[in-house]
């Protein structure tokens, strides 16, 4: 069955420093990966997505993942942190053929000044 | 354009009650999905329709039901409430069902507590 593990529940930052949040998946088949984000009593925000085009995939607001099929790996980047970053995200994996989602856990973003 | 509405933003029912919770989707998009995310994980699918039929459903009770209207717009239905069923409902919709570049939009999300 697909699946998909967050490997930090939370990841705390500097204001201005790298940002890593890590995402392992499982699927028996080639996935589709997404990251989505969630504000504090928000709906899902996409940031991007991976549909077996460029494995290197640039998503909203500087963010960007890497599609590692050797290491079963899609962990989310970003350059620089903003404080508008501190936030919930989740890895999602689709299951048959996009028909549903499966989130992860999800990892809360914190951003230091 | 108009993203993903649900109505109502929040609810306050007692246990053993019935709750309908609505949706509507992107305009142009055939396919809607729930998912219930209990506070501190993340959401769990509940059920997708499209084309006013079921297209899938996730490992929950009977007590839930939706349906799909000619409109595209959905209901999800929760009967007999538990405690356990409090919980953020999120509705997303996308343009069909299958394809692996389609992307679901979700809404704002409905917030159920259950007393």
């Known amino acids: 069955a697909q699946s998909v593990t967050q490997l930090d529940s939370h990841v705390s930052v500097s204001e201005g420093t790298p940002v890593l949040l890590r995402c392992n998946y499982s699927?028996?088949?080639?996935?589709?990966l997404f990251w989505y984000v969630q504000h504090p009593n928000k709906g899902l925000q996409l940031l991007l997505k991976?549909?077996?085009?460029?494995?290197l995939v640039k998503g909203i607001n500087g963010f960007e993942a890497e599609f590692k099929k050797s290491e079963t790996s899609f962990h989310l980047t970003k350059p620089s942190a903003h404080m508008s970053d501190a936030a919930e995200y989740f890895c999602?994996?689709?299951?048959?053929?996009?028909?549903?989602?499966?989130f992860g856990a999800g990892t809360i973003l914190r951003v230091k000044s | 354009d108009a993203g993903v509405t649900q109505s109502p933003t929040h609810l306050i029912k007692t246990r053993g009650q019935q709750v309908t919770l609505r949706c509507s989707p992107i305009?142009?998009?055939?396919?809607v999905s729930w998912y219930q995310q209990v506070l501190g994980q993340g959401p769990q699918f509940i059920f997708q329709?499209?084309?006013?039929?079921?297209?899938g459903r996730g490992n929950f009770p009977d007590r839930f039901s939706a349906r799909q209207f000619p409109n595209y717009s959905s209901e999800l239905n929760v009967n007999a409430l538990l405690l356990g069923d409090s919980a953020l409902y999120l509705c997303?919709?996308?343009?069909?069902?299958?394809?692996?570049?389609?992307?679901?939009?979700f809404g704002p999300g409905t917030r159920l507590t259950v007393l």
């Open positions: 997303a919709s996308s343009p069909r069902p299958r394809g692996q570049t389609d992307t679901q939009y």
């Open positions: 699927s028996s088949y080639s996935p589709s």
């Open positions: 991976y549909t077996s085009a460029a494995t």
């Open positions: 999602v994996v689709t299951v048959e053929y996009g028909n549903k989602l499966v």
């Open positions: 305009s142009g998009h055939k396919s």
């Open positions: 329709y499209y084309e006013k039929e079921e297209r």
